[in-house]
């Protein structure tokens, strides 16, 4: 039965509630009008994407009613919802006016949307192109979007998506050619030769550009046939596909010549200055891209420099755990470097090299061999100054580049999300996840020793004594089972009964044996603990005695561990604390951080997580579980409060959950029985009612959680 | 034809296995031998650590007792145990205490696998003492000056639990294994599978790409066995493509990403 339409008043009684009418001052009554001609169901889907969009923008939805109307009959719901949730990601990415467009030019979005369907998407190719990248060797290099194909010498750089031929694995193989050929320009050395100065000098600079292009393509072809004989097959079956023209005539002589083995970028570049007059302008080959000359020039005189620090930074390390090893020479010589080529190859490979002292060769660590290959596929050799050791002194440090960014330091200059783990948050509203919304990096707490822990464990030493005694029954111990079939020792009872029955006439019985079983918890649990302003005094203080006291049952049981901290304040900043990590030692360093849990800001839960849900995801254990320590309602500084925080942590959890992991958590909100059902589950919570004995309970849940 | 039964103690390998040194190791094994030290074989798995141990009992002319370690052997499954035979009890040597009466190798495969306490029984083995002390008989076995004693373990498995004590290694001369150098590796898969050189060269290739890869999303590069068994598949008349993607890829990875990416860089190649 279908419903009748909804009359003009209703949906614009609708619409004044969504779009805010009273404040925005939109004028509803005409979209309201248009809106009452359509169908009841086209009604209810546009009116409920209305409400999904007004809580990202109320623009953005009013917008859309007036687009959506005039494209309904042309187009399927499901690109309308794509289009929707597109225009609210762009919102999140990059504004209002952004998505703005996205809404008005909606027929963009549909030929996008066609070229999508046939084409090949990059970025859900991304990682096995990637791979492919990783596998050739060499430099690692790195995969980005680009308007145009190209490669700066650390990233290769692709179009985001290819719809020149028909099907998606076609298309994809235009991808890989193109992975192929740029990683080509790295290995065999096309950026060995400068460039940009051999440019900028002739007299046409950009004819000589596109020659030289097109004739390096060649070269790079004939190595790219010789060693990867199947690709240079794709690249034929696409070129044909594409029906691209087989080489001018008077291409082919200069062609045939730079495809003998062993001629390099030098020899290209004398053969296209050489041959300028003969060699008539000639359509590129469809993989080669862009040159980006300049941009390779800045990024490989960075990373010569970089990489020669390090070098001679790693030859110094080498050096002084080399005179270690030895005992000290009569003559305090150091030992001198020289590099070594095994066995001379083919001309263009590159040429594995080795390092050697005295003429024999040193090993040396993977990072250094990485290195040298990167060297030499830029300098095309290992030069004799790279083989003088640098102590200290004798390089810039910031060239070596070492320091992971600190945490603290991103927040001296503007915000921005280098170095830290990005995280989607769902909005449920919009029944969809904001993209990479939170922003959370990981810091480690510094440690106070201020005598609290010692006045804990005196204060509750009855207890622990206590704890330790009934959790140690539950470690990790070695049964002996007996009457088993099969076993290590024979069990004796078993053997005499078995031949009292034999002497009676009975049959034997076969469980003769004594078995050691190995009963195993493999529990993994890591502790989530609320450092948000609103626990400050009693319930930090409990919270700390907690973790003591729950730390002191863990050694005892030998479960694995971890415990951090969060906090937050707004998306961009979401602060996981890591007070003890699965692989450190319960210690003095770890007694001291937990000390040192303070109250911070607020109460994002979601992030946190999610990234935890990362963390016990990389532990290796048959149960894993999330305990989380807290003392309200997920609540932040902007909209993560009331039903938008709950909702979603709830979907962190069910998040969760699919990851294997066990959430559950202990509260002292007496509010929490109200919404804790709805987040955990009907049993994963425990609201204690006194914030004193939440270090007396701690254990005690956690001893019949896993059980 | 039905196979051939023999007792472990009885199992001398008298055919040349073929094994190519990449270093010194034969002399050092050798030399541990003579002076009566056990050996430590350190490698990823494939590169030939069993092969050499093969080889080496040939050598040697001792017979090679290999026990291939999981999580549940213990102590007994090592030293041996009472069993009931009519009535009465019976003990049984285990492949351990076999190898030390008739001086033999013994050769514990991934001893990082097995239970902690067998680690108990190999340590008075492992050093000066060269005894088997066998608690449940109230013995002792003194091994004669031709036993030895290796393991092997791959230390790539980088988990906490599964690690060599301290106590246990430095027991142990410890020889380390690594893939051979491509040309090497060439001659390798062309000795043992028969195939033309340069496939064997284009699947060396191969492996290294897969090498490359190691920790950027494979746990272990393909290994040198992995490549003689694609070669096998390739003298068999499979395409060297589908040689690669059944031997070599799907023995790699379950990940559907990687798979498709190590395919494309075996159809690249072939």
Redesign the interface.
């Known amino acids: 039965m279908s419903r009748a339409p909804l009359s003009v008043s209703a949906i614009q009684d609708l619409l004044d509630h969504c779009l805010e009418v009273e404040f925005s001052f939109i004028k509803t009554e005409t979209p309201a009008r248009h809106l009452a001609r359509l169908p009841r169901a086209d009604q209810d889907f546009i009116l409920a994407w209305v409400k999904r969009l007004a809580s990202t923008h109320i623009q953005l939805a009013y917008q859309f009613i007036e687009r959506t109307i005039s494209v309904l009959s042309a187009l399927d719901k499901g690109i309308i919802e794509a289009w929707a949730v597109h225009a609210m990601d762009i919102y999140d990415r990059f504004g209002l006016r952004p998505a703005l467009i996205v809404i008005q030019e909606v027929d963009d979005f549909m030929r996008q949307a066609r070229e999508r369907k046939q084409g090949t998407v990059l970025a859900q190719h991304a990682r096995v192109l990637l791979h492919f990248l990783h596998g050739l060797s060499g430099r690692e290099l790195k995969l980005e979007e680009g308007a145009q194909a190209y490669t700066d010498t650390e990233s290769v750089f692709l179009p985001a998506v290819i719809s020149t031929l028909e099907t998606p694995a076609e298309n994809f193989r235009i991808y890989k050619v193109m992975a192929a050929y740029f990683w080509a320009q790295n290995w065999f050395g096309t950026f060995r030769a400068p460039l940009m100065e051999f440019v900028t000098q002739q007299a046409r600079p950009e004819e000589f550009q596109a020659r030289f292009h097109r004739l390096e393509t060649l070269r790079l072809e004939a190595c790219l046939r010789r060693h990867l004989p199947g690709l240079y097959r794709d690249m034929q079956g696409v070129a044909q596909a594409l029906g691209t023209a087989p080489l001018p005539l008077a291409w082919q002589e200069a062609a045939s010549a730079v495809a003998q083995p062993g001629v390099d970028v030098y020899a290209v570049l004398r053969i296209c200055a050489a041959q300028a007059d003969r060699l008539p302008p000639c359509p590129p080959a469809f993989y080669q891209g862009a040159f980006s000359l300049e941009q390779v020039a800045r990024v490989q005189a960075a990373r010569l420099a970089q990489e020669k620090a390090r070098f001679r930074h790693a030859l110094y390390k080498l050096q002084s755990e080399l005179a270690r090893e030895t005992a000290p020479p009569l003559v305090a010589d150091a030992p001198e470097f020289r590099k070594q080529i095994p066995e001379p190859g083919a001309g263009e490979q590159l040429e594995t090299m080795e390092i050697t002292v005295d003429d024999k060769p040193v090993p040396v660590p993977e990072n250094v061999k990485k290195l040298m290959t990167s060297i030499i596929q830029d300098l095309g050799d290992l030069p004799d100054e790279y083989l003088v050791p640098a102590g200290p002194g004798e390089y810039d440090p910031a060239l070596l580049g070492e320091d992971a960014i600190d945490p603290d330091e991103v927040w001296r200059g503007t915000y921005h999300e280098e170095g830290a783990f990005l995280y989607d948050e769902w909005d449920y509203q919009r029944q969809h996840y904001h993209k990479n919304w939170c922003a959370v990096r990981e810091k480690t707490l510094e440690p106070t020793y201020d005598g609290f822990v010692t006045t804990t464990l005196h204060k509750y030493h009855g207890v622990i004594k206590h704890l330790r005694r009934t959790f140690e029954a539950l470690r990790d111990e070695d049964r002996l089972l007996k009457r088993q079939f099969y076993g290590d020792d024979v069990d004796i009872d078993a053997l005499v009964e078995a031949l009292a029955d034999t002497h009676d006439g009975g049959e034997m019985s076969e469980r003769l044996f004594t078995r050691m079983h190995r009963t195993e918890r493999n529990i993994a649990v890591c502790l989530m603990v609320d450092m948000s302003g609103s626990t400050k005094g009693w319930i930090n203080l409990a919270e700390r005695e907690a973790l003591i006291l729950l730390a002191e049952t863990l050694e005892t049981l030998g479960d694995q561990y971890a415990i951090y901290g969060f906090s937050g304040m707004a998306r961009k900043r979401c602060e996981i604390y890591k007070i003890k990590g699965f692989d450190e030692p319960y210690n003095e360093l770890v007694r001291g951080r937990i000390s040192a849990v303070e109250p911070k800001d607020y109460t994002r839960m979601g992030f946190a997580i999610r990234h935890l849900t990362q963390v016990l995801r990389a532990v290796e254990a048959r149960t894993r579980i999330l305990i989380t320590l807290s003392d309200g309602k997920p609540d932040d500084y902007d909209s993560y409060r009331g039903r938008y925080g709950i909702e979603d942590t709830r979907r962190a959890l069910i998040e969760a959950r699919y990851a294997g992991i066990h959430p559950y958590c202990v509260t002292i909100d007496q509010e929490g029985r109200d919404y804790l059902p709805y987040m955990y589950g009907p049993a994963a919570f425990n609201v204690i009612d006194d914030v004193a004995k939440l270090p007396l309970k701690i254990s005690d849940i956690y001893r019949r959680l896993t059980l | 034809m039905p196979g051939h039964t023999l007792k472990t103690e009885e199992y001398f390998i008298t055919k040349e296995p073929y094994f190519q040194p990449v270093g010194e190791e034969v002399q050092v094994f050798e030399a541990a031998y003579r002076q009566q030290l056990p050996v430590l074989l350190k490698g990823p798995t494939g590169c030939g650590k069993t092969r050499f141990m093969e080889y080496m009992a040939w050598r040697l002319k001792r017979p090679l007792i290999t026990v291939s370690c999981h999580d549940d052997l ?3 499954d090592l030293v041996g ?2 069993l ?1 035979k009519g ?1 009465e ?1 019976l003990w049984v040597d285990g492949p351990l205490t076999r190898a030390v009466r008739n001086g033999a190798i013994c050769y514990l495969d991934e001893i990082v696998e097995a239970r902690k306490d067998t680690t108990v029984v190999i340590h008075p083995l492992a050093d000066d003492r060269r005894v088997l002390p066998m608690d ?1 008989l109230g013995e002792l076995v003194e091994a004669p000056p031709e036993f030895c004693l290796a393991l092997s373990y791959n230390p790539g498995y980088q ?3 599964k690690d060599l004590k301290q106590s246990t290694r430095q027991r142990f001369i410890a020889l380390e294994f690594a893939y051979p ?1 491509p ?1 090497l590796e060439v001659t390798i898969v062309v000795q043992e599978t028969g195939v033309a050189p340069e496939q064997a060269a284009h699947l060396v290739k191969f492996a ?3 090498r ?2 190691k920790g ?2 494979l746990d272990e590069g393909a290994s040198t066995r992995l490549l003689v068994h694609a070669a096998k598949l390739i003298r068999g008349g499979i395409s060297p ?1 589908t040689a690669c993607h059944t031997a070599i890829t799907q023995a790699l990875t379950d990940d559907a ?2 798979l ?3 395919n ?7």
């Open positions: 213990t102590a007994s145990r009472f009931i009535g009890t449940k988990s906490v639990l150098v040309e290294n790409m897969t490359n890869l950027n999303g493509v990403e990687m498709t990416a190590v494309e860089l075996s159809s690249s190649l072939f």
